[in-house]
């Protein structure tokens, strides 16, 4: 198996510009996390899927904030416009229901807003 | 106060000596911990998971859980440089279905 899929690995932007992460996660996973990371606030839940369904979005930050998860296969994290402050680590996991603990992590998009 | 803390670190231990790694929680409720490890640049990993008080061992790793002072410790015997990464202390808060709640990490370096 693969493993979770992210790209792009780096998104260097102008604010104001739109951003679109793309996740594709482990075949089988029933739960998708969207997380970002920063040196300040650490590692904070976004939104969460199950089933495609968003289950919980109480972490994204503002309305700029976006997420989708048209199948089982592709969910999409979407900010417009963005802002400096958005510069971070945007990681998505995946997990089963049965072991929805053990989230597995993709490899991360590093974005940069100029 | 956050709910889930951890010392920031850095902490540095030479090489063949116990790493301990602390995390507290507000949540009296919580139930279920998490240890995740993430190596410099790469993303966060699972390596030690434990509801029930006391330890828990997995090869050099032992988690311990003391739910009435609500601390989780991980404690790593025979450290490596190889186990030198910033380690993650998550929590199941209660009410949460499967979200968990990170602290911000122990930056741990083993010292050859």
């Known amino acids: 198996d693969a493993g979770v899929i992210q790209s792009p690995r780096h998104e260097v932007t102008e604010m104001g510009q739109e951003v679109t992460l793309r996740c594709k996660p482990i075949?089988?996973?029933?739960?998708l996390f969207w997380y970002r990371q920063t040196m300040m606030r650490g590692l904070e839940l976004l939104i969460y899927?199950?089933?495609?369904?968003?289950?919980?979005d109480s972490g994204m930050p503002e309305d700029r904030f976006s997420a989708k998860m048209p199948n089982a296969s592709f969910s999409t994290l979407k900010i417009q416009p963005s802002e400096p402050r958005d510069s971070a680590v945007y990681f998505c996991?995946?997990?089963?229901?049965?072991?929805?603990?053990?989230?597995?992590f993709g490899p991360g998009t590093r974005l940069t807003v100029t | 106060q956050k709910e889930v803390e951890q010392n920031s670190g850095p902490l540095s231990v030479p090489e063949g000596a116990i790493a301990s790694l602390n995390c507290t929680y507000s949540?009296?409720?919580?139930?279920?911990f998490f240890w995740y490890r993430q190596y410099s640049g790469k993303s966060p990993e699972l390596i030690m998971f434990?509801?029930?008080?006391g330890d828990k061992e997995d090869g050099r790793f032992t988690a311990q859980l003391n739910k009435a002072s609500q601390y989780v410790s991980l404690l790593i015997r025979d450290s490596q440089p190889s186990d030198s990464a910033t380690y993650l202390c998550?929590?199941?808060?209660?009410?949460?279905?499967?979200?968990?709640?990170f602290g911000s990490g122990t930056q741990l370096t083993v010292l050859p």
């Open positions: 996991a995946s997990s089963t229901w049965e072991n929805s603990y053990e989230q597995y």
């Open positions: 434990i509801y029930s008080n």
């Open positions: 899927f199950n089933n495609n369904v968003p289950i919980d």
């Open positions: 075949s089988g996973h029933d739960y």
């Open positions: 949540d009296r409720g919580s139930q279920s």
């Open positions: 998550a929590a199941r808060l209660s009410g949460s279905a499967r979200q968990l709640t």
